[in-house]
T-cell receptor
Framework: GIQVEQSPPDLILQEGANSTLRCNFS?????LQWFHQNPWGQLINLFY???GTKQNGRLSATTVATERYSLLYISSSQTTDSGVYFC???????????FGRGTSLIVHP | KAGVTQTPRYLIKTRGQQVTLSCSPI?????VSWYQQTPGQGLQFLFE???????NKGNFPGRFSGRQFSNSRSEMNVSTLELGDSALYLC??????????????FGPGTRLTVL
């Protein structure tokens, strides 16, 4: 099956800093999502981005499908950005995504 | 639109018991998937239901089962609970049609503790 690698595994920032999270995948994908898991466990949809670039406030994402990676940018980080960020990808006609192991982000005030 | 809802949010059971978890998808979504999340294994796919039929299944023992009703609500059942079944169980719904057919929306999860 497809392999999904996220980096870095852990990230500690001061409030106001910027960061880039990376998701590499081993095969062509036709769907890709970024999620933020909050401290209570809920997975919040950030982006559905099988290709191209999207922005939502302080967050933006870029997927370069031909090179098999996606990037999530967080600018001017806030303590509420803390949590785990997951990348999930799907291939072919499968509705079942494969999740990476996540990037754990801690933002200190 | 209301989001995905899951009940109960927390559950404590003892080994050998069985448990049923419930998930109501976003209105209009006909696909419901279930995942198990543990610190050691991460997020693992359990199964997916679409139009009351199981369409995909992950690599879990037969103690894990599910069903979907005509209103798309889904239940997941775990029989003969083991300590290792302690986990966060997440449900996701998906439209399975349109431009964002593959996009998944998750509920808040049910945290199951097996003693």
């Amino acid at each position: 099956g497809i392999q999904v690698e996220q980096s870095p595994p852990d990230l500690i920032l001061q409030e106001g800093a910027n960061s880039t999270l990376r998701c590499n995948f081993s095969d062509s994908v036709n769907n890709l999502q970024w999620f933020h898991q909050n401290p209570w466990g809920q997975l919040i949809n950030l982006f559905y981005i099988p290709s191209g670039t999207k922005q939502n406030g302080r967050l933006s994402a870029t997927t370069v499908a031909t090179e098999r990676y996606s990037l999530l940018y967080i600018s001017s980080s806030q303590t509420t950005d803390s949590g785990v960020y997951f990348c999930a990808v799907g291939t072919g006609g499968s509705y079942i995504p494969t999740f990476g192991r996540g990037t754990s982000l801690i933002v200190h005030p | 639109k209301a989001g995905v809802t899951q009940t109960p949010r927390y559950l404590i059971k003892t080994r050998g018991q069985q448990v049923t978890l419930s998930c109501s998808p976003i209105s209009g979504h006909r696909s419901v998937s279930w995942y198990q999340q543990t610190p050691g294994q991460g997020l693992q796919f359990l199964f997916e239901y679409f139009s009351e039929t199981q369409r995909n299944k992950g690599n879990f023992p037969g103690r894990f089962s599910g069903r979907q009703f005509s209103n798309s609500r889904s239940e997941m059942n775990v029989s003969t609970l083991e300590l290792g079944d302690s986990a966060l169980y997440l449900c996701a719904s998906s439209p399975r049609q349109g431009l964002s057919a593959f996009e998944q929306f998750f509920g808040p999860g049910t945290r199951l503790t097996v003693l």
